[in-house]
């Protein structure tokens, strides 16, 4: 394979936001491409997670590639999309059309990575979040 997305989620509970990012690498290691995307929504873990894997496909397609690895540090939902076992009722709608979009490209392995091997993604993923606490603790200090 010649590219690999790496996924990732992260929620701040506090907020009611989450944070999804994905990065693109060559075969190199060279990324090729970074997409980050808040989520204004009180999502739980496996929701967003979900939610980074779909925006992972739909940015690798946006960018025209279609063979690729799709690594992300949730067993559960590469489980489900491996089709390895049952998705939660919970995210199986947003699953099912993941899996629809994936039919659309030539070849995706699917890969599992922990947590620790997925960090560059996991650190954008909670840049999002950093960024809308601290420009929404800007904003009430403009506004006083």
Request: proline share 3%.
């Amino acid at each position: 394979m010649d590219f690999k997305v790496n996924v990732d989620g992260a929620v701040c509970a506090t907020q009611k936001e989450a944070g999804v990012a994905v990065i693109i690498m060559d075969a190199q290691g060279l990324v090729i491409g970074a997409l980050r995307k808040k989520i204004k929504a009180p999502l739980g873990a496996i929701e967003v997670e979900v939610k980074a894997y779909e925006a992972g496909v739909q940015f690798a397609k946006d960018m025209g590639i279609q063979e690729f690895i799709l690594e992300g540090d949730s067993l559960t939902i590469s489980n489900s999309l491996a089709e390895h076992s049952l998705a939660p009722s919970v995210v199986a709608p947003i699953l099912d059309g993941i899996v629809s979009s994936l039919q659309e490209v030539y070849c995706v392995v699917l890969s599992h990575v922990r947590r620790q091997g997925n960090r560059p993604v996991h650190l954008l993923a909670k840049h999002v979040l950093a960024l809308m606490i601290f420009l929404y603790g800007l904003k009430s200090i403009l506004i006083s």
